[in-house]
């Protein structure tokens, strides 16, 4: 885990806090939102050049974890999000949606560091990775019609515009570079490791970007974090309780185990934000609830890693 990997939470906290302040220039803030969804282009071409897409088939070779780990996350996760937004976020239909989109967009990414960490199976979760990305792809504007299109929030057209233009654009671009570069792989493998700081540093200025334009939006909704940290915690909690029981009644081994219940866990914000951002404009706090979930996320994927560590201590492997 690099410094930058290692600051995630405060990066992202004093993104949010930068983002206020300047906010306050009036020059600034009638012209920061033109810059979000360029910065959220940049960020996702990174985040799909490091996703070996094309190594998708390897997946298949672990069949009953690879369906489990798909049922899981896309099936009983939608499902728990929704449980859970009935019972907390019923009346809060942004709250709700914003909910719902991070819980149903699997990680793509540092979950593999927490897999590390716990000693989990990390070429099994690295191999899931492409097939969650596709997955996740087609399936959001699925999950946010199904669970949010009764309410005023979800627009279908604006949706899918804003999921062609900011997704799946930086997936091509990134796709059509690894066949350009598929014969050069020195070349590609040193183009994304000068890259690898990048998406930080992109989605942090677009946070920057996004509260500098909604002015004190934070301080206005001040009860939103207080509304939207329990059923997070909860959605953790019973996700990592009802993987770990999965896992054991499968007979999967530890390393198995450990990778099953940390892609579960471990959510994917970013690409959550990219849309929330673009699709939603008029409703901040949608994203703002997206901000404020990987506030949370990461210190409790950290705290799992140990527990998952302490229990195959405890029990043996």
């Known amino acids: 885990m690099n410094l930058l990997e290692k600051l995630y939470t405060f ?6 806090v930068m983002g206020i302040f300047i906010g306050k220039i009036e020059f600034i803030q009638s012209n920061a ?15 799909f050049l490091q996703i070996p897409v094309e190594d998708i088939k390897k997946a298949f070779k672990n069949i009953k974890f690879t369906r489990t780990s798909v049922l899981m996350n896309f099936l009983w996760t939608p499902i728990l999000a929704w449980f859970l937004t009935l019972l907390f976020l019923n009346n ?19 979950y593999l560091i927490f897999t590390g960490i716990a000693r989990g199976n990390v070429a099994l979760s690295t191999a899931i990775l492409p097939l969650n990305l596709i997955l996740q ?33 930086p997936f091509l671009l ?22 690898s700081m990048l998406p930080i540093l992109f989605l942090s200025l677009a946070i920057v970007a996004m509260f500098a334009s909604q002015g004190n939006l934070l301080f206005e909704h001040i009860e939103v974090i207080w509304q ?40 994917n914000s970013p690409i959550a ?6 699709a939603f404009p008029d409703q901040p706090l949608i994203a703002l609830t997206l901000v404020i979930g990987p506030l949370l996320e990461l ?17 043996g492997r």
């Open 11 to 16: 990066i992202i906290f004093l993104a949010v």
């Open 33 to 47: 939102e033109r810059f979000i969804v360029p910065l959220l282009m940049a960020m996702l071409y990174i985040i």
């Open 92 to 110: 809060h239909p942004a709250l709700a949606i914003g909910f719902i989109m991070l819980m149903v967009t699997p990680c793509t990414d540092w």
């Open 137 to 169: 792809l087609i399936l959001l504007p699925v999950y946010l019609l199904i669970f949010g299109g009764t309410t005023l929030v979800v627009e279908f057209e604006f949706l899918v515009e804003s999921i062609l233009i900011v997704l799946f654009l």
């Open 174 to 195: 990134a796709l059509l570079t690894k066949i350009g570069l598929r014969k050069k792989q020195q070349v590609r493998e040193h183009l994304i490791a000068k890259l």
């Open 228 to 267: 939207i940290t329990l059923p997070i915690l909860l959605f953790f909690i019973i996700n990592f309780i009802v993987s770990q029981k999965i896992g054991q009644l499968l007979k999967f081994s530890y390393p198995d185990r450990a990778s099953l219940s940390l892609t579960t866990l471990a959510r």
């Open 273 to 278: 934000l990219a849309i929330a951002m673009t």
């Open 299 to 315: 210190p409790i994927l950290a705290i799992v890693s140990q527990l998952l560590l302490f229990f195959s201590k405890n029990k």
